[in-house]
C-alpha cells in the first residue's frame, strides 16, 4: 500500500499546535515510503522555505489568502488556490485537512477531484469563530464528502456534536501523539555530571 499518495492539507503556514501536527505526520508516512505532500492555502508567516528545508517531502503554499488584503482580491486569490490545488488533488488517494478553515474549503473539491478518503480532522473550538460556520462544518461532517472526521479528544469530539450538530457515528477520536526526540546516549560520567547540574540526587527520578 506503500505507492498510495497522501496529501496533508492546511489553512495558514504559521507556529501553532495543528500545524506542528500535520507535518510530523507527514514526516511519519513519508518514512513508510509514501508519497506525501504539504500544502497550505497560504503562508501567514513566511516560512515556507524555513519549512521545505527542514522537509524531506514537498511542501507548498497555494498563495490563496493575504493577511490583511483587499477583500475582493482575496476572493480572486481563493479561487486562483482552488485551481492550484486540483492538480495535487487529482494524483491524491487519500487527503487530510487541518483545521475548519481547510475542511471546509479543501474536502468539497477532493470530493470533485474524485480523492478516494477525505479526512477532515477537529483540533478544538477556534476562538472568534460564528455559530454559522460551527453548523456549516457539522453538515460537511454529516455528508457522504466526508470519510470520517477525526477529533483529537474526547472533549473535541462531544464540542462537534453539541455545537455544531456533528453525528457521533461520523467522528473517530485519535489523541495526538509526539515524535519520540533523538536517543541520547552518554557515559556514566556524563549522566553523573548532568545529573549535578539539574541538582538531582544518584537514582533519584
Known sequence: AREIPIVFIGTQMEVAGAQKLMLSQARWFHSQGYPVKALFFYDKQGLQQQWQAAQPFPLLSLNAWRSG???PANLLR???????LWPH?????????FTPHSNLLAIPLAWLAGVKVRLPT????????????????????NSRLVDALVAVSAQVRDYAIEREG??????VVIENGIEA??????????????RKSMGADEGQI
Open 69 to 71: 488584503g483587499f477583500f
Open 78 to 84: 481563493v479561487l486562483a488556490g482552488f485551481w492550484r
Open 89 to 97: 488533488l487529482r494524483r491524491a488517494r487519500v487527503v487530510l485537512t
Open 122 to 141: 477537529h483540533h478544538g473550538y477556534i476562538e472568534g469563530s460564528s455559530r454559522f460556520m460551527a453548523r456549516f462544518h457539522g453538515w460537511l461532517t
Open 166 to 171: 456533528a453525528k457521533a457515528h461520523k467522528i
Open 181 to 194: 526526540p533523538p536517543e541520547i546516549r552518554l557515559s556514566a560520567d556524563e549522566r553523573r555530571a548532568l
